[in-house]
């Protein structure tokens, strides 16, 4: 059952954020109602594969230990203690009951962002900003792409508004449009406009209904060659459901890292997802990217952050 007593107890609060964006109030209900009625995931649904990143560099055709791998980590320090000076402690449950600050994550993503060299990036949930900002700045190594994020801030906690994004400066205005609201509302028009995609992450709600939404959607967008990475996989069946559902894909189930043991989880880490486009006849994923790319188009208008 939907527990409600944290919002019955803040009662003119809660009418005033309801207020302020009824649809999205009224959807944010819907989904939290959804995720109740899903249930727990069975702790052995998903088996991590230990050799993940290996896997992940031979199908880039980079190395383990290539500059690559070097940039992520002369990087991720630097960014975590920044967001130290700025008062926030990255790591499991940093974002209200979200978690940030996941190595193995992000830097999966930092190898897709590098090898495939991606125009069209998009996002859902921002949080702090960790993935947004290594996104970015792979971006800008590439010389080229864009990121669209889209992120519903939290109904209630207007303090948690101001850390959205936190972890992201203004260097990267150019490659970030950030599209408030709920990707239920705002992922299907940007994926109209933006025709093709060449990479999607999902971390947003983590809830079955969600994830196969988003996911069955950026893969129609997703160019062959391309990657969806999906986060905390063990949290519902989502991920599981759509790699047994679609073929024509290369997928991994992979250990997170978190800066401190997540104890609400069945191994203290979690784990995240990546699926893998099968890229056009006789290619290999990492020069997919060479003949799959298309003019960049412009962004859609970027929502007030």
């Known amino acids: 059952m939907l527990n409600l007593q944290p919002y019955l107890l803040r009662p003119i609060a809660t009418i005033s954020a309801i207020a302020s ?10 989904e939290q109602y959804a995720v109740q009625r899903e249930g727990s995931t069975p702790p052995d649904l998903y088996k991590a594969q230990e050799d993940w990143e290996s896997r992940l560099c031979t199908l880039l055709e980079v190395s383990p230990a290539g ?3 070097s940039e992520f980590w002369d990087l991720w320090p630097r960014v975590i203690n920044e967001l130290r000076a700025k008062g ?10 979200w978690n940030d600050g996941d190595a193995g994550f992000v830097r999966a993503i930092w190898l897709l962002v590098r090898c495939l060299r991606p125009r069209h990036v998009v996002e859902t949930g921002v949080a702090h900003g960790v993935t947004s900002r290594f996104i970015l700045e792979a971006l800008e190594k590439n010389g080229d792409g864009h990121l669209w994020s889209i992120d519903r801030p939290p109904i209630m906690e207007r303090d948690l508004r101001a850390q959205i994004g936190i972890a992201v400066d203004g260097r990267f205005e150019h490659r970030w449009s950030y599209i408030l609201g709920s990707s239920r509302r705002r992922l299907p028009s940007v994926l109209c406009q933006l025709d093709e995609i060449d990479l999607f992450v999902h971390d947003s709600l983590h809830s079955e209904r969600n994830v196969r939404f988003e996911m069955d959607r950026a893969w129609a967008a997703l160019r062959p060659g391309g990657a969806i990475v999906v986060d905390d996989i063990d949290a519902n069946r989502g991920f599981d459901s759509f790699t047994n559902s679609f073929s024509g894909c290369d997928s991994m189930v992979c250990e997170a890292e978190p800066l401190r043991p997540d104890l609400r989880r069945f191994n203290k880490k979690g784990l995240f997802g990546i699926v893998l486009k099968e890229p056009v006849a006789g290619q290999s994923i990492a020069s997919s990217e060479r003949l799959q790319r298309t003019e960049s188009t412009q962004p859609p208008p970027r929502s007030d952050r």
Request: aromatic share 14%.
């Open 21 to 30: 964006n009824p649809i999205e109030s009224w959807m944010w209900l819907r």
């Open 67 to 69: 500059e690559m791998m």
């Open 88 to 97: 926030v402690d990255a790591g499991p449950e940093s974002f209200k009951g």
